[in-house]
């Protein structure tokens, strides 16, 4: 009996679903399964496509295609003078989604949002341990040191939440539009807590945002329909769909054969017949990272600039870019942040390849020998450490240095790389996480980085200042002006040698518009529209 | 009978214990602490690396660790999945009718070529076709499976357009599941252009999963072949003057097929680990891409209970080969 009624049911619902079939329907190729659909807990660029960026909304947003911060679920905010407050006025009548397994019976208001983020750090709160998910552990939350700035969130009635934070912090801001942020249903919550099924929050996700979510099956088919009541007026796709496709050339060809019309990562050695198809479309931007290797500034003769600037100059950067990152390709690397983060300044450039130049200092600094470390992993800033360490050690050989290569596994690399008296050249890298500019200046070099993060044990007085100076003012043009100069000091100084910001692709069928490459990484289908 | 089973069941004992050990071993040699990768980029203050160790148990000694893993899967408790949360066994539970699906019709394809093939070469011993077909073969069991799906795709798929790219089903066909089997299940809804969608999806990735089970298959079927078209009660049958096909059919296929079935039982294994790289480059949502998944994502509990339970089912599936075989052969168990 329960059989053919569980039969009945489900013929049900193939048939109503079955005849969704003429609405207007967008495939994403995407490259591997989500771990979860609660943004809070999970970590993985993919995870948060099928999230966050789908599901959900945040009170701030990033413009589409950039890093900038935009209004979302509030529509504005105040910063109290001592950059300590932040008041947030959320949208009026925005609504949860209905689905068939939650229906709201009120709209988004304050207690959403405490809870939103109380969750994650309140061990009393019965969402942030086992009760929930076993072995959470809020990656996001902690790594972007939120439990040191946030002293604590408050409902002031129900659309104004004010946020205190322990010291002043402009990124803050920039923190609140990641996928972490992503404001949750309270009111879900409660009813789920209440009826026992609390595991349900990551697998039945309930947000605000452009899609809702109708069925995943496990490591094959993520089905989302248009949220009829989002806020910012319904999506003109009816369905999206995530084909979970984790071959690169798999994907490709899915394009080429129209089985789906957006794909992320193609394979480098596919990007020829991409670009010779007429229906397909092949976009790329420069990454939001930084490939480079940090000079131990305080050992000498590498505690002078002219000495780091002669090692630069003797790196054949063009030819060592080429052979790394081959048919990708790669955007040499000017500053530390990548020319599509804002206070990039155009004006400062890296050093020029010139041998002739560099063997004169480096004789007269009577530098012979020196260290230079790779690891194993391949990175999206640097696929080949060993290679690339094999090709710089033969460049820098042709200036009379002799450099010795020194190997270890990935976690034990960057342990021992980022000791204080670390000697001679490390390769590293860094991909940002919320487009601030402090995520790569303070959190690289910063001198409170030293031993943790800052590779170069590099400790500026002038740079120092320009950049704390730049985390506590909240104004947005102040702190521009601020980081162009800091990366006008870090040209000067050389603490490091840049290498490059890796190229990042997707491949678009043509009567797909409206679809962006984001600078943060991230595929967005808010704004997206498919012709026939 | 009985005796010869328990003999078997108590060699699955040791096997057990090895499998258990290996996997334990294998998660815990691999380069790198598992809590800094799971750390990634960020890395973790020395506090929170403390505490996340005891949170995963990895302060605890070695052997304990070992103890608590093997006390938990023997009251069936697979763990918890690091990076999804869910528990392992469901997972696998969920995935594996796919993996089934395409291995039953991977080893459909490569028997229903591989045994005529094989019988073929067999009865044109020494002929062109004979050692073409065996040149094929070697060619087949040597072929790089990821190399290979990936030339089908870009051939069939792309080029002609024949075959979806990848995928178990159009993405138009939204059953729920009821067996997880795709083929069942459209014709449980009775949607034939769902079924027909299930099946062309299956083309591809069964010629690749099954292409070196056919070439083991065609080989076997060819040397059982020719040793019994050289035994006695053939040349008799022949002498009797039955027909060839006839005594190719009856008398010699009969017993040449003993040791195919076994090789057939024994290809489980190898269809297995095919279906890792087969999985990956179809996007077969089965439990060889969960496994490649997980290793990327470096979730440790998912790659140490998937291996036990892959382990396991093989074990299971030698055993079952194994009984049959006594039961085919009744000259097995007295040995």
């Known amino acids: ?532 | 009978m009985l005796r010869y089973l328990l003999n078997k069941i108590a060699l699955v004992i040791p096997t057990l214990v090895g499998i258990t050990i290996c996997a334990f071993a294998f998660v815990r040699l691999l380069p790198g602490d598992p809590i800094l990768a799971m750390a990634g980029e960020h890395g973790v203050s020395p506090a929170r690396y403390e505490e996340l160790k005891e949170q995963f148990g990895y302060n605890l000694p070695i052997w304990e660790q070992y103890a608590r893993y093997v006390g938990e899967v023997a009251t069936g408790d697979f763990g918890v999945s690091i990076s999804s949360k869910r528990p392992v066994l469901e997972e696998f539970k969920t995935l594996f009718p796919a993996t089934l699906e395409l291995s039953f019709f991977a080893m459909i394809f490569a028997m229903v070529i591989g045994i005529p093939a094989g019988i073929f070469a067999a009865v044109k011993r020494g002929s062109w076709f004979d050692q073409s077909l065996m040149g094929t073969a070697l060619v087949g069991y040597s072929m790089p499976i990821f190399w290979w799906g990936l030339l089908l795709i870009i051939f069939f798929s792309g080029y002609l357009g024949w075959t979806p790219v990848s995928g178990r089903i159009g993405l138009q066909f939204f059953l729920k599941p009821i067996t997880g089997f795709m083929t069942i299940d459209s014709i449980l809804y009775g949607k034939w252009d769902a079924l027909r969608s299930a099946l062309s999806h299956l083309v591809l990735p069964a010629i690749v999963l099954g292409t070196i089970p056919l070439a083991v298959i065609a080989r076997q079927t060819r040397s059982a072949m020719l040793e019994v078209l050289g035994e006695d009660y053939v040349r008799t049958a022949r002498a009797k003057g039955l027909s060839a096909a006839r005594v190719i059919s009856v008398h010699a296929l009969r017993n040449a097929l003993i040791p195919v079935v076994t090789t057939i039982g024994l290809q489980v294994g190898t269809l297995l680990a095919g279906a890792i790289l087969t999985e990956t480059i179809f996007a077969w949502p089965g439990i060889g891409k969960w496994m490649v998944d997980s290793i990327f994502k470096r979730d440790y509990v998912v790659v140490q209970s998937g291996l036990l339970l892959i382990a396991l089912i093989v074990m299971a599936v030698n055993l079952i080969v194994d009984v049959l075989y006594a039961v085919i052969n009744p000259r097995i168990r007295a040995a």
């Open chain 1, 1 to 532: 009996m329960t059989k053919t009624m569980t039969f009945a049911a489900a013929l049900l619902a193939a048939s109503v679903l079955g005849g969704m079939a003429n609405a207007k329907t967008l495939v994403y190729c995407s490259e591997a399964s989500p771990a979860n659909f609660d943004p809070g807990t999970t970590t993985g660029g993919n995870d948060f496509d099928a999230s966050s960026r789908t599901v959900y909304s945040r009170l701030v947003e990033f413009k589409h295609g950039g890093t900038e911060i935009e209004p979302g679920l509030a529509d504005k905010w105040e910063i109290s003078d001592d950059g300590l407050v932040y008041t947030f006025h959320l949208h009026p009548g925005v609504k949860f989604q209905t689905t068939d397994y939650f229906k709201p019976t009120r709209d988004l208001n304050a207690d959403d949002v405490v809870f939103s983020f109380d969750r994650q750090f309140n061990k009393q709160n019965p969402w942030n341990g086992d009760k929930y998910l076993p072995n959470l552990t809020w990656d996001y939350y902690t790594g972007m040191d939120m439990p040191k700035y946030v002293a604590k969130w408050e409902k002031v009635d129900d659309l104004t939440v004010k946020l205190t934070l322990t010291e002043p912090n402009a990124p803050m801001l920039a923190n609140l539009g990641m996928d972490f942020a992503s404001i949750v249903s309270k009111e879900y919550a409660d009813q789920l807590e209440k009826s026992g099924k609390m595991a349900d929050f990551s697998t039945k996700p309930i947000g605000t945002g452009p899609f809702q979510f109708v069925d995943y099956q496990l490591d094959s088919v993520i089905r989302y329909a248009a949220n009829p009541d989002y806020f910012k007026g319904k999506e003109k796709i009816d369905d999206l769909v995530f084909a979970i496709t984790p071959d690169a050339t798999a994907r490709t060809q899915k394009v080429l054969a129209g089985e789906c019309d957006v794909a992320p990562y193609p394979n480098p050695a596919d990007l020829a017949t991409i670009k010779a198809n007429k229906d397909v479309t092949l976009l790329d931007q420069a990454g939001l990272n930084i490939g480079y290797m940090s000079y131990n500034t305080t050992i000498p003769p590498l505690d002078k600039p002219e000495v780091r600037h002669a090692l630069n100059q003797a790196i054949d950067r063009e030819a060592l870019i080429k052979a790394l990152f081959q048919d990708a390709g790669a955007t040499p690397a000017q500053n530390l942040i990548p020319p599509t983060m804002w206070s990039w300044n155009k004006d400062v450039k890296f050093d020029s390849y010139d041998p002739e130049a560099a063997k004169k200092v480096l004789a007269d600094a009577g530098l012979k020998e020196i260290q230079l470390w790779a690891s194993d992993r391949v990175r999206p800033y640097n696929p080949n450490f060993q290679r690339a360490a094999e090709l710089i050690q033969a460049d820098w050989a042709k200036v009379g240095v002799k450099a010795e290569i020194v190997n270890y596994e990935w976690t034990k690399y960057r342990a021992e790389g980022k000791k204080k008296d670390r000697p001679g050249a490390f390769q590293v890298g860094w991909t940002g996480d919320n487009g601030d500019p402090d995520n790569f200046f303070a959190t690289l070099f910063a001198c409170s980085a030293i031993g943790v993060s800052n590779y170069s044990s590099w400790c500026d007085k002038d740079f120092e200042d320009l950049i704390q100076k730049a985390k506590k003012t909240s104004d947005q043009g102040e702190r521009t002006k601020l980081y162009q100069q800091a990366q006008v000091i870090f040209q000067k100084q050389a603490p490091a040698f840049l290498l490059a910001h890796s190229q990042v692709y997707a491949v678009v069928r043509n009567n797909v518009s409206g679809f962006k490459m984001d600078p943060l990484g991230i595929h967005r289908f808010d704004g997206v529209d498919k012709s026939e």
